[in-house]
């Protein structure tokens, strides 16, 4: 070893190494940034002149042009430099002794022994203590936020537990050392005899502890007989709850101890429980506050110059994680400016073709090696190793060596009793009052990503932070398994980055000349999330109602213009199709993140916009909901399946809902429209068609959720309803209507009438024939006149059906019992021309029909049935209106003007009736916020 002691110490510990292929991805950047200052121009060249209709949709699409493009350039930034980390383990092995290597203290957070059953805890407790490292380096810390007896129980046992658990670990190398995830895969075909013995029995003591854990949960109070184990348990009484009770501190394990063994023999690491004072009127400030608190105590009893930090549900999954990271502080070169070595959340949890999208491929992999190849490496929260001073708040000056002490037995140091005593004070509420913690020092606090600022924070003070993806994922986590906790997860992120972006936290002015712009661009990436909502939500509704109303927002297709549209889209389509192909996903998952795209930013990013604006204008104060890690088992088993659970009846559902079945409709229209009328037509209205088709390709399963399934995991009637009620314009049933029956033989027409007119119209039998008319104008402008004319509805055999006489406007219907021609008559009695706008339908209604014996479809028919007729209704009022608005346009004389009216009109009507919606949707996801916050 002193042989090469000399060249090694010159070598680096890590290597930066950046991507390759730089220069042909920036060029394809430049092609996509010329489209995007071509779709622009497009847009102001083409105004719609006054007149015209259509200019607001026009200003609209424009808005959202604006906005995508410009969030496009900044998430440039992510691919403009990419680099790779790689650390050599080797070299530090050769280079530093066991017994130099420095302490790490590991940071375990939980809140909630519901939402985090204290066994996923304990196991993840359990990985971080069985690290390939000298157990007496080791700290862990458990912050419970749930301030609950059962986790502490968990903890007692878990720290028995672990003299088998570790030397388990180490001397078979075993991965994972979750002992929770790795019992619960198969993985003993191994046949040395003693392996097999050993697992067997520390399986037997796992299975043990398991369930003496789950029988206390069961009865909700620990057993006397082990309540006498420890005193720790005296300090629960009926006073305690989770939001009032003092700090306890229990040092389970304390490591300085000669005597603290495992049954090999060897040391083992030193484990504190921690549940920081808690009273009402105190802000506890979530998680940030939790850290704070496990800074200060851990400063006290191990103060390691190193700490990583991890969720409870993040084990480690990799023995060496460690030795990886010290790499990088270790290194003599660059290693003394680094502040915090980050590495991915990844999920042991997700499924084949990712239905929620949780892999964040692009995202790990791509996007943030790319902010870190612009110095700004983000703390994500979890799997992140600190270096202790900056996360306390030093500013970085230049020196910062790590030192690497031996440990101290306890009897130089102070008792197990006396630490106990001193940290509790640092866990009190009231110490932190007047201090600079939570501003200059520690995690930041008031804000729900407290991780992401912090990070911010820490780079503005001059260190550099790392961010590692090893091939071997280093930790994993539970990611969410339904809709609803997913779309909570996102909101929580993408509103408290939004509220990062508004505060003196804004990495363009905060980071300014402090961090380099692609890393203030970096940042916006994802504190931008928020306002992406808007043009997301424009470019989603907006084409498909401007296609309702015939109106083409987009060049036709022989145009030259067509093409910079075309373009960014396929480019950028098949960028990411191929980049995450690339990166190991599949076309199923990356159709589903596609999805997931499209439903995080209509939902929860524009739910987290409003918010953050509420916030901003001081009207209410965002909590912390804290993500649940267990589902029941029929909500897992739909998970597996890939089905999406769509669950409770957030108000997210109505959203989502109504935005495929408004695309559903328009794309029925819109078809229905390219195969009657011109192709000049069709030319104008590809591209919306196009959108629409996209849409509704991507909500087919929002449509199974809606018609086609009834486990507990399908859309909730609730929130058809809250469609009908809310929009009024029930979409719903404008999306049934068109697939089941528009192409069955709808029929409208607008025609001048002198005296008489008919219409023959041909019908099967059993069908049910809607019709409807309504008397547009009268020919003389001056005219107004509410004369109405009469209508005759007669059979293939010239019976007599209907008779209406003298209506300006009316709709019937009837079941044809006779196959044939029917004819429609009207005649006009006024001696003025009149035009008149006339509707048939004959529908083959489903529920009228006898098969449809099935009890399974039977409520479905109906449901359908009564969505057909509601829609009949519509239109028919649609219609109503039209001709009503188009009747005060000639008494005007401004035809066009009042389209325009109408127009906006109908525009404020759905903004008012989406304002009203976001409203309630506000209140009722406040009241699921509030069941789950902490
Ligand atoms: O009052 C609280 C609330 C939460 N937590 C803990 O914080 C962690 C993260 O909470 P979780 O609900 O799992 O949030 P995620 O959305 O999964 O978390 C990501 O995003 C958060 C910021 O929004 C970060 O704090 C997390 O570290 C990061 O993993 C969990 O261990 C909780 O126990 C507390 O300790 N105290
Ligand atoms: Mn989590």
Redesign the pocket.
Known sequence: MSAKKGDEAVLPLFDTRAARGGAVHKLFCLTILCGIVLIWSYRLIHIPRAGQPGKHAWAAMFFAEVLFGLYWIITQSGRWRVVYRYPFKDRLSTRYEEKKLPGVDVFV????PIL?PPLLVISTVLSVMAYNYPSEKISVYL?D?GGSELTFYALFEASRFSKYWIPFCKKYNVEPRSPEVYFSCQNTSVDESGFVLDWTSVKERYEDMKSRIDSAAGKGCIPEDIRDQHKGFSEWNSKVTKQDHHSIVQILIDGRNPEAIDIEGNRLPTLVYLSREKRPGWP?N??AG?MNSLIRVSAEISNAPIILNV???MYSNDGDAIRDALCFFLDEKQGQQISYVQYP?NYNNTVKNDVYANLNLATNQIELCGLDGFGGALY???GCFHRRESLSGKKYSGSHKIECHSVIDNKEGRSVKELEEASRTLANCSYEKGTQWGKEMGLVYGC????IVTGLAIQCRGWKPVYYNPSKYAFQGVCPTTLDISLI?YK??SE?MFQVFFSKYCPFIYGHRKISLGAQMGYSIYLLWAPVSLPTLCYVVVPALSLLRDIPLFPQVSSLWFIPFAYVFAAKTAYTLVEDLVIGNTLRGWWNLQRMVLIRRTTAYFFAFIDTIITQLGLSQTA?A??AKVVDDEARKRYRKGLIDFGSSSIMLVIIATVALLNLFSLGWGIKKALFSAPQTLEKLVAQLTICGIIAMLNLPVYEGLFFRSDKGSIPSSVTFEIGMQMRLSVTALAVIVVLSSFGGAFGIRFVIDREECFSHKVEYGNTVHFSFVVIKSEGSWHYSDDGVDLVVKGPNGEQIHDIRDKTSDKHEFVAYQQGVYRFCFTNKSPYHETLDFDVHAGHFLYHDEHAKDEHFKPLFEHIGKLEEALYNIQFEQHWLEAQTDRQAIVNEKMSRGAIHKALFESAALILASGLQVYILRRLFERKLGASR?
């Open positions: 957070c939980t809140a909630d985090e912050s936020d506890h979530f998680k939790s969720d409870c549900d959340q994500v929260g979890t729900p990503v407290e991780d997860q929580r992120w408290g912390f804290v993500t902490v």
